[in-house]
């Protein structure tokens, strides 16, 4: 026995199909929308730590550049593009053969930390922790909190 099915039903069955499984389809746009912008904002928070840890090169474009995502009173605090390339600089000096760990601890909240490894043990030298916010799709970051290693 054999089944046939006209045109008729294979249009009326695909629309079947697309009308059960468009709510599904919309709901995965919309997370992969929302995980795009948040990558976004970790990668604009994750450049502003690791130029401020001296894991880029320190230039002076490159301070002007992240001070904008520095709110105001974070900015007066660390003495704006200046201040930042002078941190840099001294966590370049001070730390030459580091590298960052990285985790999401909250939301609006990130904690670096700088690791060197001497003779097979691992050493957490300095944390920071990274509290920022987003607003009209700029990042704010809008203090740090240092805490000293092991």
């Known amino acids: 026995m054999r089944l046939s099915y006209s ?3 294979l249009i009326i069955g ?10 599904f389809i919309t709901a995965l746009l919309i997370f992969l929308q929302d995980m795009q912008e948040k990558r976004h904002e970790t990668e604009e928070v994750r450049s502003f730590y690791s130029f401020l840890l001296g894991q880029e ?3 002076p474009d490159r301070a ?3 001070s904008r995502f520095m709110s105001e009173d974070l900015s007066e605090e660390m003495g704006g593009a200046e201040g930042l390339l002078r941190t840099c600089q001294s966590y370049r000096r001070a730390y030459p053969n580091s590298r960052v760990e990285e985790k999401v601890v909250g939301d609006g909240q990130l904690l670096a930390t700088l690791v060197r490894k001497e003779k097979g043990i691992i050493q957490r030298s300095i944390s920071v ?3 920022y916010k987003v607003e009209d799709k700029n990042i704010k970051i809008e203090r740090l909190e240092y805490e000293k290693g092991s």
């Open 129 to 131: 922790k990274v509290y």
């Open 14 to 23: 695909f629309f079947i199909v697309f009308a059960i499984s468009y709510p």
């Open 7 to 9: 045109k008729e039903d």
């Open 64 to 66: 002007q550049e992240l």
């Open 57 to 59: 090169e320190c230039t």
